[in-house]
């Protein structure tokens, strides 16, 4: 048994995270873990569960939100490549 270290609960199913920097960290459920461990959008304050985007050492759940906060190297930044199909 281990205890979710966001809400307490003792679970036979709990989980571990381990971070890039070493740190491990246990969880009853992704939500727990959404809560405790997901970066947050800077530009419109969103939990980033998929993989968002990186601009400058600054994290933002899409495009649009990148490009609104980072000028140039925002304006390179797309959700998915290529173009829309036609
Ligand atoms: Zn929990
Ligand atoms: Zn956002």
């Given at each position: 048994m281990a205890t979710c270290e966001v809400c307490g609960n003792d679970y036979w199913m709990a989980f571990e995270v381990r971070t890039v920097s070493g740190d491990v960290h246990t969880f009853d459920c992704f939500e727990c873990a959404v809560h405790k461990m997901a970066p947050i959008c800077e530009h419109c304050q969103i939990k980033i569960v998929g993989h968002g985007v990186e601009v400058s050492g600054r994290f933002f759940c899409c495009a649009h939100?990148?490009?609104?906060?980072?000028?140039?190297?925002?304006?390179?930044?797309?959700?998915?490549?290529?173009?829309?199909?036609?």
């Open positions: 939100c990148a490009r609104a906060e980072e000028g140039d190297q925002g304006a390179q930044i797309r959700d998915a490549v290529g173009a829309r199909p036609t």
